[in-house]
């Protein structure tokens, strides 16, 4: 597991990105359950994910954060990774963010591509 704990904070939210190899439906809810044990991941106010498996597609959850897995996504979609899953996980800070909660989507998803480049 590729994790980022502290990718960027605004106006109170934190946000953070993991991501990893999973096979299947089953290897991302174990992913989940795996990143769920760390009690502030457990508390976290949304953990959105998404992966593309190569035995089901395209699969997401927004967590209740609207349109963040379509996000997550889509660049799964554009750098062609499969049966791998990405989850940003925020903690509201008690602003709303509107529109700047998808770029701040965006951002945590390309420090966890661009630091599993950087792993080899």
């Known amino acids: 597991m590729l994790q980022i704990p502290d990718v960027l904070r605004d106006r109170g ?7 990893g190899p999973v096979q299947g439906r089953a290897g991302v809810q174990a992913f989940l359950t795996a990143l769920k044990r760390e009690k502030k991941f457990a508390k976290a ?3 959105s994910w998404a992966a593309i498996l190569s035995d089901a597609g395209p699969v997401r959850n927004d967590d209740g954060e609207s349109g963040a897995a379509a996000i997550i996504l889509r660049m799964l979609e554009r750098e062609g990774l499969t049966d791998t899953v990405v989850v940003v996980t925020r ?3 008690g602003v709303h963010l509107g529109g700047d909660r998808f770029a ?3 951002t945590c ?3 966890w591509l661009d630091a599993r480049r950087a792993a080899g």
């Open 13 to 19: 939210s934190r946000y953070a990105v993991s991501g």
């Open 104 to 106: 701040h989507v965006a």
């Open 45 to 47: 106010t949304h953990n």
């Open 91 to 93: 903690w509201y800070g």
């Open 109 to 111: 998803v390309r420090s």
